[in-house]
């Protein structure tokens, strides 16, 4: 995601510790006698226990496929929908839980058979007609009405997020945990699963999802039904869905990649002069991180006045103001989500903490890549950032522990660029390069952590950089940068 306005504007958010102390509650080990049976079946946990959001994804199973069915109908009109998961019991399930908010529930069934269900805040508690063995495969099958006029405020104070209304159609903006706002979901960024998307349209309008166009059909009553598959797992974060009067613009990428933009008719001749862009913007990260990690790539122009863009995978949200304005302003943005592809999307989180190995690194290389095309000095940005890091430390923690759910700042943007800047300057253009390329390279399609990088970045460097990292991660004020000793961070303002 890119985040190019800043504001004051927060809200409340509930107490961390109580939310933690609750999951750990929920998710204790359960005691039982000796015996020589399996263990009873017993609740999944409610939450992974994430450090941000304690409650985000859920315990006792793993998602193997995500289909959804929706059966759009107009703008902020609700619509009928069904969300079919399939998913493998990691122990003897009573119940478990999927992250689900709003809409208006009907039926839930488990393999078949209807399921008792009840709601609690977010969360969707399922008990199924007879409990799930530990390592069989259930399906679980969810009907409800959809609201595409609900949305909720971010924490940033510059974006909604859920369904995204336009004039003609909704976009989706799930970051960071809105995907629960559109379908039930297993919902934390460590997870993902390969989707299955069923989008039944009016005549005069186009679908668009993450992945291949499978299918597109016309019904008797004129109604054409669309099927993507992402064909590669997504995490619930990255899901696209996009409804709309657009036009296909279809090109290629290095090696043939296939380039897909999704543009709204009237915007499709005034926003080709930068679209036209993006090959050559893969070629130039693909030297740098390595191979494109996915089947196909393509931006989808949103038509509204969203503050920010969104990385969603191989279908990049890019407002439509971001691509009517200069070239430099333009690319800018669109390097950062294509940048994500790769840390982000395909190198994904292992807890929200870990955001800075994504917005740091997408902000690294776009302005690695603009001040090469004509855009504002990298070293004069990040000497700024310098100067303002033990202000954003003190404000919303440091870069890899962030003090607040509210973690779209500049910290986890400029803040982070400025860790991978530092790391850069300690360790030489050369080894910083190998490093990232062995980043990506091992960690594709997983999870990986700040520890996780703190290792890898030893190991290449044949050197321990754990007591470098470490300070400029987790530390409450910011380091000396390296091959700068004139830098100075200013005083902090409580």
Do not use: C
Request: charged share 20%; glycine share 8%.
């Amino acid at each position: 995601m890119s985040m190019h306005r800043t504001t004051s504007r927060s809200r409340s958010v509930p107490a961390l510790a109580a939310a933690v102390a609750a999951v750990a509650a929920l998710t204790a080990p359960v005691s039982y006698a000796a015996s020589s049976t399996a263990p009873a079946p017993s609740p999944g946990a409610p939450g992974l226990g994430d450090p941000i959001f304690p409650l985000d994804g859920n315990g006792g199973y793993t998602v193997r496929h995500y289909t959804l069915d929706f059966d759009w109908q107009a703008p902020r009109t609700p619509f009928e929908a069904t969300t079919t998961i399939r998913a493998t019991a990691t122990q003897a399930l009573s119940r478990f839980d999927l992250d689900f908010a709003g809409n208006t529930l009907h039926t839930v069934r488990v393999n078949g058979e209807p399921a008792a269900f009840q709601r609690d805040g977010d969360e969707l508690v399922v008990t199924p007609a007879a409990p799930i063995a530990d390592g069989s495969t259930f399906t679980v099958t969810v009907s409800y009405t959809a609201d595409p006029a609900q949305t909720r405020h971010r924490d940033d104070a510059i974006s909604d997020y859920g369904w995204i209304p336009t004039p003609d159609g909704t976009i989706l903006y799930p970051q960071p945990n809105g995907a629960k706002m559109i379908f039930p979901a297993d919902d934390h960024p460590s997870l993902r699963a390969p989707f299955t998307f069923h989008i039944t349209t009016p005549p005069d309008l186009k679908a668009v999802a993450n992945g291949r166009l499978a299918g597109r059909t016309t019904g008797a009553d004129g109604r054409v039904r669309w099927t993507y598959e992402s064909e590669q797992p997504v995490t619930p974060q990255y899901v696209q869905l996009g409804i709309g009067r657009f036009t296909f613009v279809d090109r290629k990428g290095p090696g043939g990649l296939p380039v897909r933009d999704v543009v709204p008719d009237a915007l499709a001749a005034p926003a080709e002069q930068h679209l036209k862009l993006t090959p050559g913007h893969i070629a130039w990260l693909e030297q740098r991180l390595g191979r494109y990690p996915f089947n196909s790539y393509g931006i989808l122009v949103g038509d509204t006045d969203l503050g920010v863009a969104l990385e969603t995978q191989g279908l990049s949200l890019i407002p439509k103001a971001d691509l009517l304005g200069t070239r430099v302003d333009a690319e800018t943005n669109m390097v950062h989500e294509l940048t994500h592809q790769w840390l982000g999307d395909s190198v994904a989180l292992k807890t929200w903490s870990d955001l800075w190995l994504s917005e740091g690194h997408a902000r690294f290389y776009e302005r690695l890549y603009s001040e090469a095309h004509g855009g504002d000095s990298f070293e004069a940005a990040m000497k700024e950032a310098y100067r303002q890091h033990d202000q954003w430390r003190h404000d919303v923690g440091a870069p890899a522990e962030p003090t607040e759910p509210n973690l779209f700042k500049k910290m986890r943007y400029d803040g982070s660029a400025l860790v991978l800047y530092a790391l850069r300057e300690k360790v030489g253009d050369a080894t910083f390069q190998r490093i990232e390329r062995t980043w990506f390279a091992r960690y594709r399609g997983r999870a990986a952590s700040t520890q996780d990088y703190i290792d890898l970045a030893s190991q290449v460097a044949g050197r321990d950089l754990g007591g470098f990292l470490r300070p400029w991660l987790y530390g409450a004020t910011t380091p000396p940068m390296p091959g700068h000793p004139d830098w100075v961070v200013d005083p902090v303002v409580s």
